[in-house]
């Protein structure tokens, strides 16, 4: 008689469910941002009953679906090229950020509706801690404005970013336009005058 080792396989079970369950709530909540649980369980293949076994409610999916986009976001920008001129690395930082925000489509404006300030804030602590470091090299530098505090600077590119995507929800903006848009936005914003 072999003995099976159940609590590691139902682990495994139920870390595949959770995967499937993210994966399927990207899809689901990007192409309709106010979908139901209902429809998360059937894209991902599973009940109801195990959504919300591992997700107790939409609020809590739509945070697990941020936090996900936001480490494949991170690991990301990690890799792109912040040398050289701090406003071409500004550029091409927003590009790729927006870039992962397209990614996920409406999820990150109905993540919006269910994630407070701190929430926010938290999840953006790594992005943020680039955007910072390259506006204290850009004043450093003399091409980014020294009036204004480095977190509030920091602070209006979140703001630009989250705004972009409201817009481009909204269709007021193109998405292949909103990287352009951003990043001129924020460039008037930090030049130094």
Same mark, same amino acid.
Do not use: C, K
């Given at each position: 008689?072999?003995?099976?080792?159940?609590?590691?396989?139902?682990?495994?079970?139920? /870390?595949?469910?959770?995967?499937?369950?993210?994966?399927?709530?990207?899809?689901?909540?990007?192409?309709?941002?106010?979908?139901?649980?209902?429809?998360?369980?059937?894209?991902?293949?599973?009940?109801?009953?195990?959504?919300?076994?591992?997700?107790?409610?939409?609020?809590?999916?739509?945070?697990?679906?941020?936090?996900?986009?936001?480490?494949?976001?991170?690991?990301?920008?990690?890799?792109?090229?912040?040398?050289?001129?701090?406003?071409?690395?500004?550029?091409?930082?927003?590009?790729?950020?927006? /870039?992962?925000?397209?990614?996920?489509?409406?999820?990150?404006?109905?993540?919006?509706?269910?994630?407070?300030?701190?929430?926010?804030?938290?999840?953006?602590?790594?992005?943020?801690?680039?955007?910072?470091?390259?506006?204290?090299?850009?004043?450093?530098?003399?091409?980014?404005?020294?009036?204004?505090?480095?977190?509030?600077?920091?602070?209006?590119?979140?703001?630009?970013?989250?705004?972009?995507?409201?817009?481009?929800?909204?269709?007021?903006?193109?998405?292949?336009?909103?990287?352009?848009?951003?990043?001129?936005?924020?460039?008037?914003?930090?030049?130094?005058?």
């Amino acid at each position: 008689m072999t003995v099976e080792n159940p609590p590691r396989a139902r682990r495994a079970d139920a /870390q595949r469910n959770i995967t499937a369950i993210v994966d399927a709530a990207i899809q689901v909540f990007s192409a309709a941002p106010d979908a139901r649980m209902a429809d998360v369980a059937e894209a991902a293949g599973v009940g109801r009953v195990t959504v919300y076994a591992h997700f107790s409610s939409r609020p809590e999916l739509l945070r697990a679906v941020v936090e996900r986009a936001m480490a494949e976001g991170d690991e990301v920008l990690s890799g792109v090229d912040t040398s050289g001129d701090p406003r071409g690395a500004l550029g091409r930082l927003i590009a790729a950020s927006w /870039q992962q925000i397209g990614r996920i489509g409406a999820v990150a404006t109905a993540a919006l509706d269910v994630l407070d300030d701190d929430e926010l804030r938290r999840l953006h602590e790594a992005p943020a801690a680039r955007v910072l470091a390259l506006v204290r090299r850009g004043r450093s530098e003399g091409v980014f404005r020294t009036d204004l505090p480095e977190d509030w600077l920091v602070g209006v590119l979140r703001m630009i970013m989250q705004g972009a995507s409201v817009e481009v929800g909204a269709g007021r903006l193109r998405a292949e336009d909103a990287a352009d848009t951003i990043t001129a936005t924020v460039l008037g914003a930090y030049t130094a005058r």
